[in-house]
């Protein structure tokens, strides 16, 4: 379904009420959902409502937090409705915090309240697509104004859909020459409001203030490093401010260049948590300020390598993913290579726990695990070790776990990424594999990161600390790190399992390719026994070799 972009009513009667219903875009700065809920209106309610489907604290997961965040995300989110609400008290207003499910929470919001127009941001989830439809249905039937603009991306997905035929672009590249530059770029931004109408009655409501994580019935671990990243608009802007005041560096950013070791100062702008999941940074004010930024340089990177280039990734990701039937699975996508995954669970905690054995490919994850971020080099690292690289995991098992653990997790652009790195889309050249030994090593030969997230590894000589079980036995008690004891043997020999992974790759593509890409589940499981009944017998086959050699 399109957005509503509704006219404003002029014969709105003075007095009348107007919720803005506050989701992702947690900001002031160029909200036009905010914005026309503010205009010829009386009352206006700023309302956030607290969803148990993301939010109910779950004992049973695998980490602190609900059932879907981890409890990095959920304060992430706490702190940036915290700033949000400062923000509309000064402006004369508050955040009305309610707690159910939501579409049953605005429908009688909207009647208690008598609301005559609800404005929201335009959503392309499909969670949200479902309950913004349940909401437009119900104020068809009222009479009230619904006003849905697109302001979380620089495009509606579904205008570049329609400029191809009714299909997504597939690369980058196609997506560039459909979108071309937004329609609204040439215009400035309402970037500040002077004031916010007060609230209304909040009629029988029992309101909230935003609420701790306390209060939500979530126990933090004193123990674990916390994130250095704080949610917030007032964060967002203050971190942006500093990226674009090195004019140099915004003009000659170029990704993939970076140091994903770098963690003190991390090689990027560290702003995707507050463009990604809660909008406290408008993509398109952050596009503005880049043109802005590129019109007084000699020179500066283009995409897809460029800041601007990053923001147009982001873009193709929303756009294939709103246009693509089932985008977040490998059943029923059509864009998807069908790959017979293996499935163990305890390779999986393995990978999830940072128990490998691979310090590299450890620290990652327990920087994911206590910072929910990492750079985007060592996010590819980690996901292709998961998958095609040396587990052969389902890429829907380490999605699950970045949806969970990363605050900047975003729908479209973490099933998109999962699809590219696990070589099931977009990306297909499955030989080039992440070393989990010696890639970390060229950007931090002394393993700085490694001691600083794995601190049972600080005292390993340098000449081990990619690959601790090589270390003598001597020098494993010296450093006070037995592996095996005090931290794991690798759980698989990269050499061996890597060209496991590739033969098993090549197999798939090849029955993909025959099939012409209609591949049934009946197909992955035939060529899944087979892939393991030859790689039984190869591995029959090396240990009878190795008993003639010996």
Same mark, same amino acid.
């Given at each position: 379904m399109t957005p509503s972009h509704s006219l404003l009513n002029s014969n709105m009667p003075s007095g009348s009420a107007s919720l803005i219903w506050f989701r992702k875009g947690l900001r002031i700065h160029d909200n036009p959902a905010l914005e026309y809920a503010?205009?010829?209106?009386?009352?206006?309610?700023?309302?956030?409502?607290? &969803?148990?489907?993301?939010?109910?604290?779950?004992p049973k997961a695998f980490s602190p937090g609900s059932t879907r965040a981890g409890i990095s995300r959920i304060r992430f989110l706490l702190e940036s409705l915290a700033d949000l609400d400062l923000s509309l008290k000064k402006l004369g207003s508050r955040l009305l915090v309610l707690k159910g499910e939501p579409s049953e929470v605005l429908i009688r919001c909207?009647?208690?309240? &008598?609301?005559?127009?609800?404005?929201?941001?335009? &959503?392309?989830d499909p969670y949200y697509q479902a309950l913004d439809n349940k909401i437009k249905n119900y104020a068809s039937l009222a009479g009230i104004e619904v006003f849905s603009p697109v302001s979380h991306t620089l495009f509606n997905p579904a205008d570049i859909i329609e400029k191809n035929g009714g299909r997504p672009p597939l690369s980058y590249q196609s997506f560039l020459k459909l979108a071309g530059e937004p329609s609204w770029a040439s215009s400035p931004l309402l970037v500040e409001l002077s004031s916010v109408p007060p609230v209304g009655d909040v009629a029988s409501f029992e309101i909230s203030q935003v609420p701790t994580l306390k209060e939500l019935g979530y126990v933090q671990n004193d123990q674990e490093e916390l994130t250095p990243f704080r949610g917030g608009e007032s964060e967002a802007l203050r971190r942006l401010r500093e990226s674009l005041s090195d004019k140099e560096w915004v003009a000659n950013f170029e990704k993939p260049k970076g140091d994903p070791s770098a963690y003190i100062k991390p090689a990027t702008t560290v702003l995707s948590p507050y463009l990604k999941q809660f909008g406290c940074l408008s993509s398109r004010y952050f596009y503005q300020c880049l043109k802005d930024v590129y019109k007084n340089v000699k020179r500066?990177?283009?995409?897809?390598?460029?800041?601007?280039?990053?923001?147009?990734?982001?873009?193709? #990701?929303?756009?294939?993913? #709103?246009?693509?039937? +089932?985008?977040?699975?490998? +059943?029923?996508?059509?864009?998807?290579?069908?790959?017979?995954?293996?499935?163990?669970?305890?390779?999986?905690?393995?990978?999830?726990?940072?128990?490998?054995?691979?310090?590299?490919? &450890?620290?990652?994850?327990?920087?994911?695990?206590?910072?929910?971020?990492?750079?985007?080099?060592?996010?590819?690292?980690?996901?292709?070790?998961?998958?095609?690289?040396?587990?052969?995991?389902?890429?829907?098992?380490?999605?699950d776990v970045f949806e969970r653990l990363l605050i900047d997790s975003d729908w479209a652009i973490n099933n998109g990424n999962w699809l590219w790195l696990s070589c099931s889309s977009f990306f297909y050249q499955y030989n080039r594999i992440y070393s989990p030994t010696s890639f970390g090593k060229k950007y931090d030969p002394h393993g700085d990161y490694i001691r600083h997230f794995l601190p049972i590894l600080k005292d390993m000589p340098k000449e081990y600390i990619y690959e601790p079980w090589t270390a003598p036995l001597s020098v494993q008690n010296k450093a006070k790190c037995i592996i095996g004891r005090d931290y794991p043997k690798p759980v698989v020999s990269h050499d061996s399992a890597s060209k496991e992974c590739r033969r098993k790759m090549g197999e798939a593509y090849a029955l993909n390719k025959k099939l012409n890409g209609v591949v049934s589940e009946d197909d992955v499981k035939s060529l899944r026994r087979r892939l393991d009944e030859d790689g039984g017998q190869e591995a029959r086959g090396r240990r009878q070799r190795q008993k003639l050699i010996s």
């Open positions: 503010s205009r010829a209106s009386a009352f206006v309610y700023p309302l956030f409502v607290i &969803d148990p489907h993301y939010m109910e604290p779950d909207l009647k208690e309240w &008598d609301v005559k127009k609800i404005c929201f941001e335009y &959503d392309t500066h990177t283009s995409p897809p390598v460029s800041l601007v280039g990053q923001l147009l990734w982001r873009e193709f #990701f929303y756009t294939v993913a #709103f246009g693509t039937p +089932n985008f977040d699975k490998m +059943n029923g996508n059509k864009i998807c290579k069908q790959i017979p995954w293996n499935d163990d669970d305890e390779l999986l905690a393995a990978w999830r726990e940072a128990r490998t054995g691979y310090p590299w490919i &450890d620290a990652i994850m327990v920087q994911l695990r206590e910072w929910g971020w990492m750079h985007h080099l060592a996010r590819h690292c980690v996901a292709c070790f998961l998958t095609r690289g040396d587990l052969f995991l389902h890429w829907e098992k380490g999605r």
